[in-house]
């Protein structure tokens, strides 16, 4: 009886496994068009309607001739999190691809770099730095379309250069925290929390993601299928006092046996005097190069400063 309520309830778990495939795909399909389509967020408004159109293709010609992706994001929003994880979270909603940002925050006057893919190994934060050196005095004097242009260019320029690369992505390592020694960091000037908490942000990542919505639709569906097949066999109405005759029926007699002494033992926790924030400030590895790993488990180069 239950393999046939089971197979009778088979096409409406098809029918959910089709319904979240669809919902994934249909997510997919419009993170591609955007790859495909769209390299320039400017949601602080810093380029007028031609500019965004020309910095648009200018991020698709030199990304196409060097094989990255060129992404550039602005924003004037104060409750905006930290600028690396900004840029994680961004990343994390996108396929996986060969992809460098540039990130210019206004409220906060920091300017954001990261790489990931093979860009994580061609423009480390070695070179992120030099970047954002020429790109600085154009951003503190509003030039904004001059800058994005520099970087543009630059990133291209690095993505061919095979002098100095980062292989190492493990970012496990501590000082030096800049290919500058005179000057401090960008994570020594900014606390960690300076952008607030992004547990928000990285929820909705999650949300989002293709492969959460799948699996989400896959469970659905098991769950669905086999709650009906268990209630698909009847329900037991018979009980003790169906055949226990109250009038007849007593207790006789009462013995308690010893059978045997069980000690459970547990390891005591020890204590974390840590404070562990959403933004680690990432890490550097043997080669001295700066970089992290996003919520969604994306290693990337970095680089930042204020301008």
Not at 120 to 147: F, N, V
Not at 177 to 203: D, K
Request: charge should be negative.
């Amino acid at each position: 009886m239950k393999q046939y309520i089971f197979l009778r309830a088979l096409p409406l778990f098809l029918l959910l496994l089709c319904i979240g495939t669809m919902i994934s795909a249909s997510t997919l399909r419009a993170y591609a068009a955007e790859e495909d389509y769209q390299h320039v967020f400017d949601k602080a408004g810093l380029l007028s309607t031609s500019e965004a159109d020309e910095i648009e293709k200018l991020c698709i010609d030199y990304g196409t001739d060097a094989e990255v992706e060129i992404m550039v994001l602005t924003h004037n929003d104060p409750k905006a999190i930290y600028a690396e994880d900004y840029i994680e979270d961004f990343e994390d909603q996108l396929p996986v691809g060969d992809r460098v940002y540039l990130l210019i925050d206004m409220y906060n006057r920091v300017v954001f770099i990261e790489g990931y893919g093979t860009a994580e190994t061609y423009i480390h934060s070695k070179r992120g730095d030099a970047i954002i050196d020429q790109i600085t005095p154009y951003l503190s004097e509003g030039d904004y379309k001059q800058a994005i242009t520099i970087f543009i260019n630059e990133a291209a320029a690095y993505m061919k250069d095979d002098s100095e690369l980062n292989y190492d992505h493990d970012y496990s390592a501590g000082k030096p925290q800049s290919s500058n020694p005179n000057g401090p960091y960008y994570s020594e000037t900014l606390p960690s929390n300076y952008y607030g908490n992004s547990g928000g942000a990285a929820a909705k990542s999650i949300l989002t993601n293709v492969w959460f919505q799948l699996i989400a639709a896959v469970i659905i569906g098991i769950v669905t299928v086999s709650v009906m097949a268990y209630h698909s066999g009847g329900r037991m109405t018979a009980g003790s006092s169906t055949y226990m005759d109250a009038g007849q029926s007593g207790l006789i007699g009462r013995r308690d046996d010893y059978i045997r002494t069980h000690v459970t033992r547990v390891r005591k926790p020890k204590e974390d005097n840590n404070n562990h924030n959403h933004h680690a400030g990432g890490g550097f590895n043997t080669g001295g190069f700066q970089g992290g790993v996003s919520s969604g488990g994306r290693s990337h180069s970095s680089s930042g400063g204020k301008f």
